[in-house]
């Protein structure tokens, strides 16, 4: 898991740890050093905690003007045990949602399993963005049967194009123009 690095190529764009707006504003990050680890195996350094044991993530981008957010997920997202949603909402979406993100998109290829538990912070989260929306983008198939399974997609809108979107290959702003236009015809709304 050392390999897997987050996506890199906005970098030039955005950076959480230059943005003072941003929950992770100042985070350092190793190049070098291997501190983190999911179930004993290290991961790459430039993941973020989010203040879970099994779930890190990366802020790829965002633009408080259009209220946007991408990020980039890994590990094992556990409601049941770790409360990773919680920590999530709590450490990261709720400053964001302060500063006025309304659309999230998920991407969540490097999720390699989901343990349920409640929808309480799926449904806080989603009633706080009513103007807006939440896209799990790429999430494995095993994983999406699960969140389903506690009614998630209630919360966060995935399936169909949204699995298997070749999102590396556009630049953040024309990702979020095709995930909105996915979201709008799927909701009816132009």
């Excluded at 999911?38 to 879970?52: K, V």
């Excluded at 999720?111 to 103007?131: I, K, L, P, R, T």
């Amino acid at each position: 898991m050392h390999t897997i690095e987050p996506h890199y190529n906005w970098i030039d764009q955005y950076s959480a740890s230059e943005d003072p707006r941003s929950p992770l504003f100042e985070a350092e990050n190793s190049l070098e050093t291997f501190t983190n680890t999911i179930y004993g195996y290290y991961i790459h350094p430039q993941w973020d905690s989010l203040g879970s044991d099994t779930l890190f993530c990366k802020i790829l981008f965002v633009d408080y003007d259009d209220g946007i957010g991408i990020l980039e997920f890994i590990g094992e997202w556990n409601d049941a045990i770790e409360n990773d949603v919680m920590e999530l909402k709590r450490n990261l979406i709720d400053v964001m949602v302060h500063e006025g993100i309304r659309k999230f998109i998920l991407v969540g290829e490097n999720v390699f399993n989901f343990h349920g538990s409640d929808d309480e912070y799926y449904a806080e989260w989603f009633e706080e963005v009513e103007d807006g929306w939440i896209a799990g983008v790429n999430f494995q198939e095993h994983v999406l049967r699960e969140m389903r399974q506690y009614n998630l997609d209630s919360y966060i809108n995935f399936g169909g194009d949204l699995d298997d979107l070749p999102w590396r290959t556009y630049e953040p702003r024309r990702l979020f123009e095709v995930v909105d236009a996915m979201l709008r015809r799927r909701l009816g709304a132009g």
